[in-house]
């Protein structure tokens, strides 16, 4: 069933999509190529999304739109060559909370504000985090998890995509809302930890669904629970945390296209515009869902409060997590 900010937002982008029509392509920007830079090796997830929407979007604006992937240190080397780049409209970033959130914190020198230095075109939505468990571990559900953590605290151990991760992180969110203590072990990203996991050499890890899915539907791992408001549509028979008795620890890797500060507004209306017109095509929402990618569009006057609320509870998870800058 479609929730009421999931309609909202497919109206919204349908109304874009109905004023996105020929008047708006005889303006006079585009009048070149238009470059998405991607701030993550080809091939994953992000890079995924990256490239379905540039492609739709390309005919939307009668100009190619490229991705350029510029990965390394968490995403800030992309994400600071867009900030210190031209803010002519024919550069923007695909960014998430990572980029433009916990970068801001967990590293000592970013080279760029992610509130300062960027404009939201749109929202996308997010990738949802589902808990998985080694198959062999006794835990059909999160009270047996949370059970077997109290009766030993640090036995089990915990897998995160690295320290200040949003897998980490969010641990540490379910860790404090349960009042349960686990060990962790930080991964260099979801490849090696979804190997080991499979190997039956971590116990539990709290990973966005995409990392995890095909595992899950192969049967080399378990999903215990996901961590949102909502059952996912493709694990239809996994309960959230909060229908196992645990609030306030839901926790997504969010997604959204940003322009440099200074961007003029006829580029940045175009571009928004075509954005929101290119998520409200069927085959391009349904090419991303098939991610695991959740959607939930929204134009930026938006997307700026949210943001901005984004920022400020991760930062008080990072602080209570005592995870300092690097």
Do not use: C
């Not at 479609?2 to 109304?15: D, E």
């Amino acid at each position: 069933m479609m929730t009421r900010r999931q309609a909202s937002a497919l109206a919204l982008g349908l109304l874009a999509a109905t004023a996105f029509t020929a008047p708006a392509l005889a303006q006079s920007y585009p009048d070149r190529p238009v470059t998405l830079v991607v701030t993550y090796p080809p091939g994953g997830p992000t890079d995924a999304i990256g490239r379905i929407v540039a492609e739709d979007l390309s005919s939307k604006l009668g100009q190619n739109v490229v991705v350029r992937n510029e990965p390394g240190a968490s995403g800030s080397i992309g994400t600071r060559a867009v900030a210190t780049g031209e803010a002519d409209g024919y550069t923007f970033v695909l960014g998430n909370n990572q980029t433009h959130g916990n970068n801001m914190y967990l590293l000592r020198d970013p080279g760029y504000d992610a509130l300062e230095d960027f404009v939201p075109l749109a929202g996308i939505g997010a990738f949802e985090h589902v808990y998985v468990v080694r198959n062999d571990l006794e835990a059909a559900g999160v009270e047996e998890l949370i059970a077997m953590a109290e009766a030993d605290p640090g036995a089990l151990n915990y897998g995160s995509t690295g320290v200040g991760s949003g897998s980490h992180l969010s641990f540490e969110l379910f860790l404090e809302r349960t009042g349960t203590e686990m060990t962790h072990i930080p991964f260099a990203g979801a490849a090696p930890l979804v190997q080991e996991l499979v190997a039956g050499r971590i116990d539990v890890s709290n990973s966005t669904l995409p990392s995890v899915l095909g595992q899950i539907q192969g049967g080399a791992i378990r999903a215990i629970a996901v961590a949102s408001t909502e059952r996912n549509p493709n694990l239809p028979d996994v309960p959230t945390l909060s229908e196992q008795g645990v609030e306030g620890a839901d926790a997504s890797s969010w997604a959204a296209f940003f322009a440099p500060a200074g961007i003029p507004d006829e580029a940045r209306t175009t571009l928004t515009e075509a954005l929101l017109a290119s998520l409200a095509e069927p085959a391009v929402a349904e090419k991303i869902g098939a991610l695991g990618f959740t959607l939930d569009v929204r134009p930026p006057e938006e997307f700026r409060p949210y943001h901005e609320e984004e920022m400020a509870t991760w930062k008080a998870i990072i602080d209570a997590a005592g995870v300092e800058p690097q």
